[in-house]
Each structure stands twice: as structure tokens, then as C-alpha cells.
T-cell receptor, first 115, second 112 residues
């Protein structure tokens, strides 16, 4: 499976500021995704990061709040904008892999706390 | 849409005992069922998966069973060890591994 590096691993931010999370993969991958995991909760898909075009967002998530970049097949960023305490979560980058891209692999996550 | 229910939410077993975690799904078109293990401070790690054309799959101490008729699947861990302590998530999807719907997780504690 691909090695997925995510940074920062954790951050504490002030309300109203923005944080950009980076995801680097050690090989070219077609599909990259961003998930959110709220405290003690399961994983929720935020969006699919499309290379060379705008990200595809899931219901409840919008580009103004979570802008995503995907400049190439190995890198993506997720920005959490105008943060509030409700944005405190783990944010996870993931990529599809396996013989038919049927398996999903996750990075180590970014633990975000908003004060 | 797909709804995945996972039970129990917490599970405590003695080292050496078996642990079983169960999930049900609602979408009869789902055909891919992975299980993830998440340790504290880490991202989820894929530990085993099964497709709907298979009823059971085993990998050393872990196994997954699938009952398509009843729309439920289970994770079985035998000879548990303290290192198995983690949160386990089940998931289901229709056509691809990335459009996953996750269960709410089971916190497994294996005591020596």
C-alpha cells in the first residue's frame, strides 16, 4: 500500500483562523479523499480531491469552508476556514489502492483543536 | 442511503479469549465490506476485507464472515492479545472501496 504522510499531525488554533493540512503520497494515485472524524465518532467523507479540477463535496460540506487543492497525483491540501470549536476533529487523508483501487488507505491524521 | 450499524460499542475480553464484533447494513446492493483498526493517535488501518461473493475470509487470527441474506457481517479475533486493543470500524460500500459508509466503531480492550 502507498505511504501517506500528513502534516501537521496536530494543531491548536484560535477561533476565526484557518489551517491548511497537507497530504503527500509516495506514489501516484488516482483517487484521494478527505475524511473527518469528530471526537469519539466514526468517519465522514468530506470530499473527493480531483486532480486538475474542483473537488467533489459531500452533503453538508462546502468549498468555502473546506477548500481543497490537488495540483498533482501525489499531493493534496485541505483548508479548514474560519474555524470554530465545532471544527475540532481529526482530519484524515485517504487514497484508493489495491488491484482495482477497491481498497481505501488512510494517513495518520491531523488532530485539530479550536479554542 | 446506506446505514451501517455496529455492535457492541465497547468490548472487554481477557487475553487469549475471542472477540466478535457485528455489523448490519441496509443497502442490499453493497458488495464490499472492509474492517479497520484504529489505535490511539493513528489513522485507521485496513486489516481485512470481504466481497459479497465470499462468505468467509481468514487471515491468521482474524476472520470475517458475511451473511448477505441477513445483511450482516462480523469480525472475529481469536487468541486476543493486548496489542489488539484499539477501536475497530466496519464499513460497507456498493461498488468501490472509497465510497465507504462506516459503522460507529467498537472500542476493544484486551486485558492481560
Amino acid at each position: 500500500s502507498a505511504v501517506i504522510s500528513q502534516k501537521p499531525s496536530r494543531d491548536i488554533c484560535q477561533r476565526g483562523t484557518s489551517l491548511t493540512i497537507q497530504c503527500q503520497v509516495d506514489s501516484q494515485v488516482t483517487m484521494m479523499f478527505w475524511y473527518r472524524q469528530q471526537p469519539g465518532q466514526s468517519l465522514t467523507l468530506i470530499a473527493t480531491a480531483n486532480q486538475g479540477s474542483e473537488a467533489t463535496y459531500e452533503s453538508g460540506f462546502v468549498i468555502d469552508k473546506f477548500p481543497i487543492s490537488r495540483p498533482n497525483l501525489t499531493f493534496s491540501t485541505l483548508t479548514v476556514s474560519n474555524m470554530s470549536p465545532e471544527d475540532s476533529s481529526i482530519y484524515l487523508c485517504s487514497v484508493a489502492g489495491g488491484e482495482a483501487n477497491e481498497k481505501l488507505f488512510f494517513g495518520s491524521g491531523t488532530q485539530l483543536s479550536v479554542l | 442511503g446506506e446505514n451501517v450499524e455496529q455492535h457492541p460499542s465497547t468490548l472487554s475480553v481477557q487475553e487469549g479469549d475471542s472477540a466478535v464484533i457485528k455489523c448490519t447494513y441496509s443497502d442490499s446492493a453493497s458488495n464490499y465490506f472492509p474492517w479497520y483498526k484504529q489505535e490511539l493517535g493513528k489513522g485507521p488501518q485496513l486489516i481485512i476485507d470481504i466481497r459479497s461473493n465470499v462468505g468467509e475470509k481468514k487471515d491468521q487470527r482474524i476472520a470475517v464472515t458475511l451473511n448477505k441474506t441477513a445483511k450482516h457481517f462480523s469480525l472475529h479475533i481469536t487468541e486476543t492479545q493486548p496489542e489488539d486493543s484499539a477501536v475497530y470500524f466496519c464499513a460497507a460500500s456498493r461498488d468501490s472501496g472509497y465510497a465507504l459508509n462506516f459503522g460507529k466503531g467498537t472500542s476493544l480492550l484486551v486485558t492481560p
